[in-house]
């Protein structure tokens, strides 16, 4: 099939072009105006919006609206309404006023809160994101147009992740810009972070899938002994793509052009049947709900392709989980990236100071900052010798690092290191120059080339808290130095000493080494870095005093919105392990324990219908086996009736910060201590009695 790719980009979207042809010049430049500088539009002007809105989308088959929000679950919410008015005589009107546009109340009491709503009221408001474009989707249910809101309590709230998202960019706008002036850049108007997230997940058979209670319930497999091959040959990582994904994946980019989503890259992952998507980098706004729309668009192709896509952090234990690669830069309306060194990044005044300042930002944020990539499924990833691990450091690359150095040191003059050849010893093959610079796997935080990468984020989670979080802690930053150079005497003298004085207190968060080393972990811990191996360690992170200074400062998180994220973020946990034990609990009472028993008797009873026909028949195999699986068999029962004990005990906890520790401390080692009998009885029963699909088949036969 032929795609006309720019013909097919971004047709789903109310996009500025479409809005410049649609609406009178007046109202247009009315909506533009707000849109760049804030403010509010008149009724008349959203009625006007409105209804050419209806019309685009009525045009493409649109039924129903929505209000498209991201409450505090981490996904998205949409309510559908038609666009009918009420029939008179068989006939009816579409109809999409600016109120409806602008304004909706969906009942905010059963979103989590985290106890804003117990002191305050159950109201909840979207109001119409205008930064960020409608679209329609297309979907089972019918042909959706979506407006982008905010959703916000009756006084004023956040209940979601959208608006701070937009109360820290405009943070980030106002702090670079002074920075900016003092440079002497009078041009810049707008400063806006730019996002760019790589996307991991994983596609398993739709028919193998429906048989696993586990991933049904988790997301992930709860059990499973691992497979004779997993990803020891790297065959898979940039291998050829099968068929089936291909075609999966085909679909999935022409679903996601239509939105306007710029999907560039694709291909195999580390892990069998593990894959990527990454798209070009756009506004960190429109990043965090392109990237909502790219995660539900890959499971709803997947079930066309009769697939399933697995967006979980660790799907399949013994092999590489998923995340995403948050790639962070700052520009100008003027096209300037803040974090561009330039070829001579030891003379670039500009760049170095805000270099200082990221490095700032990071050391004095890291437990913040790991806590905003603390989704439940990241347990397995960070600090889990795979992906980055749970210490936050920064990776710079030699060419940075030496400058720092030498800026530490106070270097006389500040050199750079010579960028190689690159000679591949075949003659045939032109010499090429390298960068000064490798890269390095294993850092968290990793600067490459213009941009920052963070890449601790869980591959199901938002990116909405790891941009707010960036963009915070870097505003602050910014504005701590914009407060002092605004009154240096000698701007160059001023700033050089800040740089050095910054860069020297917080280097030892630089890391260039092997994160994944057990030195690493000792060095880091002299260092008095934090090392946050779980969620529940990195939540206390989001409520210190540091932290709500930060936030009140500029605006982006009361002390209340932060309280009730950390209460939510502790509430999720002991959730989400709730489920998980429970679904342990009910396959092995129902799955595995039956089907061992099963195959024990079938056992047993070989063994006396075979010695009754020979006597003398040596049955050291059948009853060797027989032990070894009643012996499983005994263990799995003991470490079920623990795990339902412990259970019991820990949901009977009333503080929720208390149970999810306590789910962390004693649910989480008694469900291991059920996996680990179950797992082995999978490689001695006998595969026909075996009542689930395994990790050979789910990883090997998509
Ligand atoms: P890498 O190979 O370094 O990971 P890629 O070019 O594959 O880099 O880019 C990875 C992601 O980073 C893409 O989504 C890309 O659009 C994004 N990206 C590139 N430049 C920037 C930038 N200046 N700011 C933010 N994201 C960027
Ligand atoms: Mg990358």
Sequence with gaps: MRVNLSEMFGTNVFSLEVMRQRLPKKVYNEVVDVMNHGGNISMATADI?????????????????????????????????????????????LQLTGKQLIMGEPDASSFPSGGLRDTHYARGYTAWDMTSPAFVKEMSCGTILCIPTIFVSYNGEALDKKTPLLRSMEAINTQALRILRLFGNTQAQKVTPQVGPEQEYFLVDREKYLKRRDLIYTGRTLFGAPAPKGQELDDQYFGVIRERVGAFMADLNEELWKLGIPATTQHNEVAPSQHELAPIYTPCNLAVDQNQLTMETMKRVATRHNLVCLLHEKPYAGVNGSGKHNNWSIGTDTGENLLDPGDT????????????????????????????????????????????????????????????????????????LAAGKLDSGVASVPVIMKDATDRNRTSPFAFTGNKFEFRMVGSSDTIADANITLNAIVAQALCEAADILEHAEDFNAACTKLIHDWMTEHRRVIFNGNGYSDEWVAEAARRGLPNLRSLVDAVPYLV???????????GIYTKSELEARAEIRYETYAKVLRIEGKTMIHMASKHYIPAAITYTTRLGESISSVSAACPGADLSVQKGLLERVSSCLAEASAALEQLKLLMARVDAIEEMEDMAHAYHDAVVPAMTALRIPVDELELLVDKDIWPVPTYGDLMFEV
């Design 49 to 93: 919006v409105a209804n050419a809105m209806k019309d685009w989308a009525v045009e493409k088959g649109a039924t129903h609206y929505t209000h498209w929000f991201q409450p505090l679950t981490g996904v998205t919410a949409e309510k559908h309404d038609s666009f009918l008015t009420a029939p008179q005589d068989s006939k009816t009107l």
């Design 345 to 416: 990044p030891n003379e670039n005044l500009q760049f170095l100071l805000v270099l200082a300042c990221i490095l700032r930002a990071v050391d004095r944020h890291a437990g913040l900052l790991r806590c905003s990539a603390s989704c439940v499924g990241n347990e397995h990833r960070l600090g889990a010798q795979e992906a980055p691990p749970a210490i936050i450091s920064i990776f710079l690359g030699d060419q940075l690092e030496h400058v720092v150095e030498q800026i530490v040191s106070n270097a006389d003059s500040i050199q750079l």
């Design 544 to 554: 210190t005093d540091q932290t709500v200074e930060l936030y009140e400062t500029f």
